[in-house]
């Protein structure tokens, strides 16, 4: 009888594991059944056009398309980097790429790529190459709209080749022999004391190692007196997770919990604490934000908000809370992939956008504020998710005119530049250059001789309004007041170059002391009269109101 039981229940045992087995199998079946049947369609398909399309088909382009469209359906972030792509992910990554350190733009006037900023201390700014020079060959070949300029430029370090370049009030055209280096663009390409003695840090990216050089810049800077301190995250676009907590342990004690990530597989999932002794956890800290502050630059905003460690001033953030990690792909392509989300100390996650769900076109929105959910801070201050982080005090953001947009396409500012530098060997430091009333006046000269023509939306408004007027019968009855306004409203070319003469006067002098103190002076220049860092300077300079943001409000305590 026992051995029958024990008979009976082996049997039992075994229908159990097999219908385990069964049932598991065909779901795993199904779907891996499901991706097999869609490859084997999809590869089905290259062959027939390959062989039957009434034009032939670069494999390359037409299956690289079909990727690059299959991985936009889920997120922006997934990209795929062929073999000959991988400069520009280990630029991401790395903060470094083989070339020349230069920012180039393609002029459709001249059918050529002109230099627009050289970087300070790199190889082309060292070989003696300019903003405004014209790049006509390298290593003997014609650069007559040619989009892979880029591309030729870049090569393995320490490679070297010949450029051939046309310079404005030079006759003859130049020569260099270039060799290519590691560029590692400058994470803090500026930092300095302001008044009150606060210091201030501009943080770029955080590609590389920028840890290393925060702290360096901060260290020095309080050798110098500064008793607070500015972060300036402004348009930064973010880069290495683990960087932003190494930042943020440099104010907050040791074994806090400052990020977590959570994905559909367990690797994908970790937490992120500080690990060192802290710099200073007393020093008043405010941070700059816009809505190109994004990723790594929310963590550490995000961070130091949830710990009510510094006031965050400005706009907005962008609101990306989701994190990528490379994986190795056949013949030396890479895809750069969406794992998981972050989430910061409070518990919330700062992704604005619901890439799951888009629209009929393919669009995408933010995420309603009605459907954000209430986090708090470790005092108790009230913060939400799914929309970036929100500054504890914003500042409204100037908007700049529509004709200087213009000026700025049209090459008018940049090409005035490059004709003030050959008339100006030298000009005053970044902090005291000042453009003249002459120098303006001149620059008008310069765009109306060009025959500049822009676009006005007040124009556009008021006839779209006169086209809905008519449609709608009132046009009769208003003819004399559309064309009162017409009159008004007419192109004055003169007019908007004296009303909007301070904005137009900022970017000339920002593109000129770009061409003698490179970025860090242009970064000086923006400074000037910037309405979010003069907040962050009132802040920190009046402990009562600094001590008042960061504490809980009556309200938030009910």
């Known amino acids: 009888m026992k051995k029958f039981l024990n008979r009976q229940n082996g049997i039992i045992a075994v229908i159990v594991l097999i219908a385990v087995a069964f049932f598991g199998f065909k779901k795993g079946d199904d779907r891996n059944f499901q991706i097999a049947k869609n490859l084997d369609i999809f590869n089905a398909i290259v062959k027939e056009l390959d062989m039957f399309y009434v034009d032939t088909i670069d494999p390359n382009k037409t299956i690289r398309e079909g990727i690059d469209n299959m991985l936009y359906s889920l997120d922006p972030y997934t990209v795929y980097y062929p073999e000959n792509d991988?400069?520009?992910?280990?630029?991401?990554?790395?903060?470094?790429?083989?070339?020349?350190?230069?920012?180039i733009r393609y002029n459709p006037k001249l059918q050529y790529t002109v230099i627009a900023e050289p970087y300070e201390g790199m190889p082309a700014a060292e070989s003696g190459l300019k903003a405004g020079d014209i790049l006509l060959?390298?290593?003997?070949?014609?650069?007559?709209?040619?989009?892979?300029?880029?591309?030729?430029?870049?090569?393995?370090?320490?490679?070297?080749?010949?450029?051939?370049?046309?310079?404005?009030?030079?006759?003859?055209?130049?020569?260099?022999?270039?060799?290519?280096?590691?560029?590692?663009?400058?994470?803090?390409?500026?930092?300095?004391?302001?008044?009150?003695q606060v210091g201030y840090i501009n943080l770029s990216s955080f590609s590389g190692t920028p840890s290393k050089d925060f702290k360096n810049a901060f260290l020095d800077l309080k050798k110098q007196g500064a008793t607070s301190l500015v972060i300036d995250l402004r348009n930064n676009g973010g880069g290495l997770l683990d960087q932003a907590v190494e930042i943020v342990n440099f104010f907050v004690p040791r074994g806090k919990t400052i990020v977590t990530t959570k994905g559909k597989i367990k690797q994908a999932s970790n937490t992120y604490k500080t690990l060192r002794e802290p710099l200073d956890t007393d020093i008043p800290i405010?941070?700059?934000?816009?809505?190109?502050?994004?990723?790594?630059?929310?963590?550490?905003?995000?961070?130091?908000?949830?710990?009510?460690?510094?006031?965050?001033?400005?706009?907005?953030?962008?609101?990306?809370?989701?994190?990528?990690?490379?994986?190795?792909?056949p013949y030396g392509g890479n895809l750069k992939i969406t794992t998981s989300k972050y989430y910061i100390p409070s518990g919330r996650c700062v992704q604005a956008i619901d890439y799951a769900h888009r629209n009929e076109d393919g669009s995408v929105a933010r995420i309603?504020?009605?459907?954000?959910?209430?986090?708090?801070?470790?005092?108790?201050?009230?913060?939400?998710?799914?929309?970036?982080?929100?500054?504890?005090?914003?500042?409204?953001?100037?908007?700049?005119?529509?004709?200087?947009?213009?000026?700025?396409?049209?090459?008018?500012?940049?090409?005035?530049?490059?004709?003030?530098?050959?008339?100006?060997?030298?000009?005053?430091?970044?902090?005291k250059f000042e453009l003249t009333d002459a120098d303006y006046t001149d620059f008008k000269n310069k765009v109306k001789g060009a025959d500049f023509k822009y676009d006005q939306q007040s124009e556009k408004i008021l006839k779209t309004l006169k086209e809905a007027a008519e449609f709608e019968g009132y046009m009769k009855e208003a003819s004399d007041e559309f064309k009162a306004l017409e009159n008004k409203l007419t192109h004055n070319l003169d007019r908007d170059l004296d009303y909007f003469s301070k904005d137009i006067k900022a970017m000339i002098a920002e593109e000129i002391i770009k061409r003698y103190y490179y970025q860090r002076g242009a970064i000086i220049q923006q400074l000037k009269g910037d309405n979010e860092l003069d907040e962050a300077v009132k802040i920190l300079t009046n402990p009562e109101r600094y001590q008042q943001i960061l504490s809980v409000t009556a309200t938030e305590k009910k």
Not at 304 to 327: E, S
């Open 86 to 103: 991988q400069d520009e992910l280990e630029m991401m990554v790395k903060g470094s790429y083989g070339g020349i350190g230069s920012l």
């Open 137 to 196: 060959e390298i290593d003997g070949k014609d650069l007559k709209n040619n989009s892979d300029v880029s591309t030729l430029l870049r090569g393995q370090v320490g490679t070297s080749f010949k450029l051939k370049v046309q310079r404005p009030g030079v006759k003859e055209p130049l020569e260099f022999t270039i060799v290519r280096r590691s560029i590692q663009m400058p994470t803090i390409p500026y930092y300095g004391i302001m008044e009150g």
């Open 286 to 329: 405010a941070v700059l934000v816009n809505s190109g502050t994004a990723s790594s630059s929310e963590i550490l905003s995000g961070s130091l908000q949830d710990l009510d460690r510094a006031v965050i001033v400005g706009n907005r953030t962008y609101g990306k809370g989701l994190v990528q990690v490379p994986r190795s792909l």
């Open 368 to 431: 309603p504020d009605s459907l954000t959910t209430v986090f708090h801070t470790a005092a108790g201050r009230e913060v939400r998710d799914g929309g970036g982080v929100s500054p504890d005090v914003e500042v409204k953001q100037e908007r700049l005119p529509n004709i200087l947009y213009y000026l700025v396409r049209d090459n008018l500012i940049f090409d005035y530049a490059t004709d003030y530098c050959l008339k100006h060997p030298v000009i005053a430091s970044a902090e």
